[in-house]
């Protein structure tokens, strides 16, 4: 991602030295007007110039640790972010201190990372775009220890025929386990109940 | 916190400009009041309120490091909404 702030006469005037600037051209490009600009008395006295920022794309990759990065440094938190491209998306990987906050409760300020930056980089590339925030691998613990939990439960409900229902969960968490039971002919599952109360049920077949 | 708030707010709307956040003293907790533009109040509150509890949260945890409390509200026609 490159950035160009630029002043100018007008907005378009702006924009095209900041679209010069950055040797883009006007539809690859995000524009932003920081100030619309006035034209004062006769045009000179008490006018104000036009201000805009101009963003230019690069690759998702590293838009993304770009952004992530700056969030991290806005919230005052020491840290370095990894990135790694696979057929899932980029996976961007926290490392530093603090990372018990930067995970937060079941994980729930390392979703709010992900839900921001998907936010802000969709807006910038005007499509939805496939990322996941970790940090010090807690996604893959917490995904092993998911995994556990699915089939000790689902051995269960298959050896008593009695159905279980897990703890609520959120939609990645309870996807994780109807991923790894859709294997098993012995049980089936679905979700239940609304909201923040939506819970995994494993039901024998 | 409030330049935290700032940063993010202003990567989200289409009006940059038009984004204002002041930090008023609470009782228990200051308050970050974030004001946009009408047509960028969506944006910002996200489907659910989505976008609004991440920006909660994010400030919370950054907060939490500094032993403060803080909360984020955003600002609709002059009232104060949750997003929830």
Redesign the interface.
């Known amino acids: 991602m490159k950035k160009a702030r630029m002043k100018g006469k007008s907005v378009d005037e702006a924009v095209e030295s900041a679209l010069a600037v950055l040797g883009a051209k006007k539809e690859e490009a995000t524009i932003?007007?920081?100030?619309?600009g006035k034209s004062g008395m006769l045009g000179v006295i008490g006018g104000q110039e036009a201000e805009v920022?101009v963003m230019v794309a690069g690759e998702l990759k590293d838009d993304a640790k770009q952004?992530l990065q700056?969030?991290l440094d806005?919230?005052?938190?020491l840290s370095m972010v990894e990135t790694n491209e696979s057929e899932d998306g980029v996976k961007l990987n926290i490392k530093g201190e603090?990372m018990g906050?930067?995970i937060?409760k079941e994980g729930?300020?390392l979703?709010?990372?992900e839900?921001?930056l998907r936010?802000?980089l969709g807006?910038m590339k005007n499509e939805s775009v496939r990322i996941s925030v970790d940090a010090g691998e807690y996604k893959d613990k917490r995904k092993t220890a998911l995994e556990r939990l699915a089939c000790d439960a689902a051995d269960e409900v298959s050896k008593t025929g009695i159905e279980k229902a897990l703890p609520p969960m959120n939609p990645a968490d309870r996807r994780i386990i109807h991923m790894v039971l859709k294997e098993r002919k012995d049980v089936s599952t679905i979700s239940r109940g609304e909201g923040r109360d939506r819970r995994l049920v494993i039901n024998p077949q | 916190m409030k330049e935290l708030v700032e940063y993010i707010v202003k990567a989200l709307v289409d009006n940059p400009d038009q984004v204002v956040v002041n930090e008023v003293q609470g009782e228990t907790a200051a308050i970050l009041e974030v004001k946009v533009a009408p047509e960028d109040v969506g944006k910002v509150i996200g489907r659910e309120g989505r976008i609004a509890n991440a920006i909660r949260n994010i400030t919370k945890a950054a907060a939490a490091k500094q032993d403060r409390r803080v909360t984020v509200e955003i600002l609709t026609d002059d009232k104060p909404s949750s997003g929830q």
């Open positions: 932003k007007v920081i100030c619309e920022e952004i700056e969030i806005h919230m005052k938190f603090d906050r930067i937060g729930a300020t979703m709010s990372l839900i921001l936010a802000m807006r």
